[in-house]
């Protein structure tokens, strides 16, 4: 019986790796530039460690914005975007009133925990 190890767990890591799956859910850099979205970089970014912050270490807004230096209300709608809203945007069914980072960083946080 091989015994398995915890891995130790890395903010940076993580938010990394929901980061660049919330690219490749976008469609990919490619797809980014050719349809003029490579300002949602920095956007991804910022919904990648909210969200990672929220659900691995249960850091509420409060803490979250202080610690991204973001507004309390830019936290709240990153972490209460729907991500059904931003798929169905991706998909151009839609034009999705909900914050398309945030969405993005929940689908892709939930698909790198899946695959651990």
């Not at 190890?5 to 938010?15: F, H, K, R």
């Not at 990672?52 to 209300?73: D, Q, R």
Request: proline residues 3%; charged residues 30%; glycine residues 6%.
């Amino acid at each position: 019986m091989k015994v398995v190890e915890p891995q130790e767990y890395s903010l940076d890591e993580m938010a990394m790796k929901v980061f660049l799956e919330a690219i490749n859910l976008a469609g990919g850099p490619r797809k980014l530039m050719e349809y003029r979205r490579l300002t949602w970089l920095p956007s991804l970014m910022e919904a990648a460690y909210s969200v990672v912050l929220a659900n691995e270490e249960k850091k509420s807004e409060e803490e979250i914005a202080a610690f991204l230096g973001l507004a309390k209300p830019a936290v709240r709608n990153i972490l209460r975007a729907s991500t059904e809203d931003v798929m169905k945007r991706l998909e151009g069914r839609v034009r999705s009133k909900s914050h398309v980072a945030g969405g993005l960083a929940k689908l892709a946080y939930q698909r790198v925990k899946g695959a651990e």
